[in-house]
Structures are given as structure tokens and as C-alpha cells.
């Protein structure tokens, strides 16, 4: 049971937490700790739990696991400690520039725990290769690569490769985004871009990782990406969990990237990408919406997801608004179609000139496109021929 002193948790003794990074964050976090005045394990959680500038809620018992050294936390219970304390010390430390410190601390601490575990010897390796191959199935790889170190993963996919067995390799890789934690991820794709020839499964794992892992894992691998300066691998992340996840999913998450001080404009992609379904984009917005997320937060992911190079976003852009409009969210409508047509200015408003102008477009909807289009100031000449308007 953690030991508490006279005021709040003490130091675990040397015995319990040996010296090594682990302890060494622990150090600086009860360091900050009593800047803050020691508070009580109950108030630190209503703090957290009520405070909507906090990116974990904690209950008493897993901060006192904390503070105790009992624990590893996760980088947003960590964020989120360091956070209520530094906002509390007595000395007015600057809260940002201790919160990318003890990133800093985690990710050592994280390494140093990581590495403790050792390398699965090559004969263990061939032991799993050989039990695959007589199964036809690359299950015993999955389960030999599963949150092991990356280095046992390159000589595994470097034995498959070398062998020519691209379905265990494939397979093997695919796991990896489930099995996987969000603090040991950041390691393992940077390893695989490292290795020959494997820099697509780097984004296969953040791929799968986003399609198949809990909304609060995903968040804490963004905010890891992000802390790394990994805008790419952030916009994948974003992307592949947008892209199959339910409408209402998706809005949690973008709640929950909203709530950490991410803006959804810090990232533009630089990979072309399809124009998501019309109706989905719809439904996601709803449920924004329903989540009673921001106008300026609603129109920010919105277009998050159309700032990369899109093939027929005109089309997307179009039926949207014009639904919004039907559906009385005329202010969400003309946000969307402000943004959208500023940037489709810098080519002349060609796609959406030649989508309007054509067939395919329903003519109730072009009217009622143009018309949002004039209420957000834009011309519908700069978008329409004139036997086409009404």
C-alpha cells in the first residue's frame, strides 16, 4: 500500500523504485508536487475530473499508484498531474514548459522499461517460423512479435522477406496496430522506416492501430506523434480512424482531440486521399453537432479532412452544405462553403465550375448552393456560368 506522510504521498524509498529514469521522473514529479502544495489525493481527482483544460481524468486510488511509483502512468495522466501541479506551484512555472519536459522524462523512462525486456533470442525466432510454417498460418509470428521490441519485429519481417512469405508478412504486420501499445508505437514505426523496404508497414501499423484501438489509445498516440513532431504519421492516425469508425466514434474522438488544445489546422497532409463519402461527412458533422461542439471546432475538422489533395471534393462539398441548409444548419453551411471556396479560389474555382456547369449536378441543388455561396460572400458568377445561374 503506498506510504503517505503527514501531508499527501511520499517518495517511494530506493528499495522499492531503484535509481533509473523511472525514479528520476518520479523525482521531479513530487518535486512539482509539493510546488503545488502536496493536495489531496481527492482534490487532485475532482480537479482533473472537472476541469475540462485536463487530457485524462484520474481517480484518487490510480494517482496515489502514481505518485507512489507503483504505476507507469500513460503520457495523459502524467500531462494531466503535471498540468493541475504546475498551475498550482507556488513559483508560477510556466505549465506548457513543464508539461513538454516531463514528456521528455516519460519517453526516457518509457525507453528504459522497454528495454528491460530482452531481446527474444534468434533460435526462438526460428522456432516460431518453423511451427508457422507447419501450421500454414502466421499466428505463432503474431504472437512471438506481439509488444516485443522492435528489433525482434525487423528480424522477423527480415526472415520473411529474405524466405519470400509476404502473406505471414503482411499478417504479421497488420497485428502489430493491434497488439501494440500507444507508448511503445512511436519506437516501433520509426524503427520500420529505418529497416529496407519496410516503410509502408510503418503506416500500416498507425493504419490499423486507428481502425481497431480505443478512442482514449488513440488520443494518447496522437498526442505522442504530435509531442515528436510526426505531422504525417498525426494525419494518418486521424485519418484511418475517421475513415471507418462510426459517425458518432468519430465525433468522440474529435472531442477528445479538441479537449487535449489540438486545432484540427495544425495539420495538412501532403498524400492524396479520396473525398470521403457525402453522406458520411454529413452524419459525422450531426453528431459534432450533437456533442455540442463549436461552430469554428465543427468547420475545423470538417475541413481537416479535405485539406490534403482530394479527387471530386467539389461534389462532397456540395451535397453537404445544401443538406445542412435543408436541415436547418444554414451557419455550419456557409462556414463550410467560406473555407472551402477560398482555397478552391487559388485554382480559379475550376473543379467547382466544371461540377456546377454540368450534368450531374441537380439543378434544385445548385440553387440552393449558389445561394449559401452569395450568403458567404462569395459571387455566383466566380462559379457558375451565366446560363446556368438562376
Known amino acids: 500500500m503506498p506510504k503517505r506522510g503527514a ?5 517511494p524509498s ?20 509539493h510546488l503545488a502544495g502536496t493536495p489531496g489525493l481527492r482534490e487532485i481527482s475532482s480537479a482533473l475530473r472537472n476541469g475540462n483544460e485536463f487530457r485524462a481524468t484520474i481517480n484518487r486510488n490510480k494517482a496515489s499508484e502514481i505518485l507512489s511509483g507503483d504505476t507507469f502512468p500513460t503520457t495523459l495522466q502524467l500531462d494531466s498531474l503535471v498540468h493541475y501541479f504546475a498551475t498550482h506551484a507556488v513559483n508560477d512555472l510556466d505549465q506548457k514548459e513543464e508539461r513538454t519536459r516531463f514528456l521528455d522524462l516519460w519517453m526516457h523512462a518509457q525507453a528504459e522499461r522497454s528495454s528491460e525486456g530482452s531481446t527474444v533470442p534468434d533460435e526462438t525466432i526460428e522456432g516460431a517460423l518453423r ?15 506481439a509488444g516485443a521490441e522492435p528489433e525482434t519485429v525487423l528480424n522477423v519481417l527480415a526472415e520473411l522477406k529474405r524466405r519470400g512469405w509476404d502473406s505471414f508478412s503482411a499478417g504479421v ?3 502489430l496496430g493491434e497488439t501494440f501499445s500507444a507508448s511503445n508505437v512511436p519506437m516501433l514505426i520509426s524503427e520500420l522506416r529505418l529497416f529496407d523496404g519496410l516503410t509502408w508497414n510503418a503506416n500500416k501499423v498507425l493504419i490499423v492501430f486507428g481502425a481497431t484501438k480505443p478512442i482514449e489509445d488513440c488520443l494518447a498516440l496522437l498526442h505522442l506523434l ?12 486521424i485519418f484511418s480512424f475517421s475513415d471507418v469508425r462510426s459517425p458518432q466514434e468519430v465525433a468522440d474522438f474529435y472531442l477528445g482531440i479538441h479537449q487535449t488544445g489540438i486545432a484540427a489546422s495544425e495539420f495538412r497532409s501532403s498524400y492524396a486521399r479520396d ?19 463549436s461552430l469554428d471546432t465543427i468547420i475545423s475538422f470538417t475541413m481537416f479532412r479535405f485539406n490534403s489533395p482530394l479527387s471530386a471534393v467539389e461534389k462532397t462539398v456540395v451535397y453537404v452544405t445544401v443538406e445542412l441548409e435543408r436541415c436547418g444548419l444554414s451557419d455550419i453551411a456557409k462556414g ?13 474555382f475550376f473543379s467547382y465550375r466544371k461540377f456546377l456547369n454540368g450534368d450531374q449536378c441537380n439543378p434544385e441543388d445548385r440553387e440552393t448552393f449558389l445561394s449559401l455561396a452569395s450568403r458567404a460572400g462569395v459571387e455566383a458568377s466566380k462559379i457558375i456560368d451565366v446560363e446556368h445561374a438562376g
Open 7 to 11: 501531508r499527501g504521498v511520499d517518495m
Open 14 to 33: 530506493a528499495s522499492l523504485l531503484p535509481p533509473g529514469p523511472h525514479r528520476e521522473l518520479l523525482l521531479e514529479l513530487h518535486r512539482l508536487y
Open 131 to 145: 511451427r508457422a510454417s507447419s501450421s500454414g498460418t502466421p499466428k505463432p509470428l503474431i504472437e512471438l512479435c
Open 173 to 175: 504486420v497488420e497485428s
Open 226 to 237: 504530435k509531442a515528436l513532431g510526426s505531422v504525417e504519421d498525426v494525419v494518418t492516425l
Open 275 to 293: 473525398a470521403p463519402k457525402p453522406a458520411r461527412v454529413l452524419a459525422i458533422i450531426l453528431a459534432m453537432k450533437e456533442r455540442e461542439l
Open 336 to 348: 463550410l462553403i467560406a473555407v472551402a471556396l477560398e482555397d478552391a479560389e487559388r485554382m480559379g
